[in-house]
Each structure stands twice: as structure tokens, then as C-alpha cells.
């Protein structure tokens, strides 16, 4: 069963064809467009950017921000803490948010993209996931326990940990001190648990 998410921002990059990220948005209660990605969503309520991706048929749910520090991302990101901020009808104190279509195309909008992830996580108290064609993204910190599948591929991206350990992977983690350390481990049955003093990233592939 897919978990519900209560808002789903859908960027500008490659837009999914699996079906894991397509259900989350089908079962979505909030869809919010970032510039052209509106043309994959047409149903989504409100559109965040410059515009100038955006076609005339869909300005009209156009909110224009002009600012250049933030991405689209992050300005869709700050529009829905303004808009539905500790809503009593959603799923949890912290705001769920799936992103898709925050990967593919520009590599260097992909590393941007899953950095951002944890910044939204650690700095706005977002519980975020973004989904691909090929698994997802979550940020974390602590100790977590993830639900899984014998032979799932699992990553860890360390973010400042100086401690990492887990249980129910094939191999044993630590404070990883660069990013491709962590990857390539495999879980060995439906769940496993990484136990950190610090915040990490997850990657686990679909079954």
C-alpha cells in the first residue's frame, strides 16, 4: 500500500513512469506545479515560478515569485509551510511533502535537487521523500527504522553523522565521509534500522 502524502510538488525535470511515484500522485490531496511542470499536471491547483515556462492556458493559477536565491523547489516548497501550516485534517505535526520530477535532465539540478531534500527536512521540519522512476529519497536522523524487502538496493548519503551504524543490511555502515561510500548495500529482509548521532540520507529501490 502506497503511504499518502499530503501535498505532492512536481518539478521540472524528468517526470516519472513508474508507478510507485505516479500512485503517490493520483492519491495526492494537494498538487502544486513548479513553472512547466504544470504541462505534465494540468490538475494541479497552483503553479510557483517565473512563468516563463508556463503556457497561457494555465497563468491564471500562476503564482509569480521573482526572487533568484531560492529554486522553483524551494519557492514551492515555502508557498505550501505559508498555505497549510499545521493542518488539523493532515497526516502528521511535521508537513508531508512528495517531490517527483526533482531529478533527471541537468545533473548538477539533481544533486541540487536531493541536497535540498534534507535542507527542507533539517531547516523547515518538512517530512519530505522524493520518488524517481528507479526508488526514492528520504532524509532522516537518529535511529530509523525503514521498511524494505530482502535484496533491496539501499544507499546512505551521510550528512554530518560521526557515528552511523546499522542493522538488517547486508554490510555494516559507518560515518561515511563521502557519498559513494554509502552506496550499494542490500537489505536482508523487510526492514532494517541506522542508528546515527547526526542526519543521513536513505535511497531504497522499489520491489
Known amino acids: 500500500m502506497t503511504e499518502q502524502y499530503d501535498i505532492v510538488i512536481v518539478a521540472n525535470g524528468e517526470f516519472p513512469t513508474h508507478p510507485r511515484p505516479l500512485e ?115 532524509p532522516a536522523y537518529g535511529r530509523q527504522t525503514f521498511e524494505s524487502f530482502k535484496g533491496q538496493q539501499v544507499s546512505i548519503l551521510n550528512f554530518g553523522s560521526s557515528q552511523l551504524g546499522c542493522e538488517g543490511l547486508r554490510w555494516q555502515s559507518y560515518a561515511y565521509e563521502q557519498w559513494w561510500q554509502g552506496t550499494l548495500n542490500e537489505a536482508v529482509g523487510k526492514s532494517f534500522v541506522l542508528d546515527a548521532n547526526g542526519y543521513y540520507m536513505v535511497f531504497q529501490t522499489y520491489q
Open 24 to 138: 503517490v500522485l493520483h492519491n495526492a490531496s494537494h498538487i502544486i506545479a513548479c513553472d512547466g511542470a504544470i504541462k505534465h499536471v494540468p490538475q494541479a491547483e497552483i503553479v510557483i515560478g517565473d512563468g516563463d515556462s508556463v503556457p497561457a492556458e494555465y497563468r491564471s493559477r500562476l503564482i509569480r515569485v521573482e526572487e533568484q536565491e531560492d529554486n522553483d523547489l524551494t519557492k514551492a516548497t515555502r508557498y505550501c509551510l505559508k498555505t497549510f501550516a499545521s493542518p488539523p485534517a493532515f497526516h502528521s505535526s511535521r508537513l508531508k511533502i512528495a517531490y517527483i520530477g526533482a531529478t533527471g535532465k541537468r545533473e548538477d539540478h539533481t544533486l541540487g535537487n536531493i541536497s535540498l531534500l534534507m535542507r527542507y527536512y533539517r531547516e523547515f521540519g518538512v517530512e519530505g521523500i522524493m520518488l524517481t522512476d528507479h526508488g526514492m529519497f528520504t
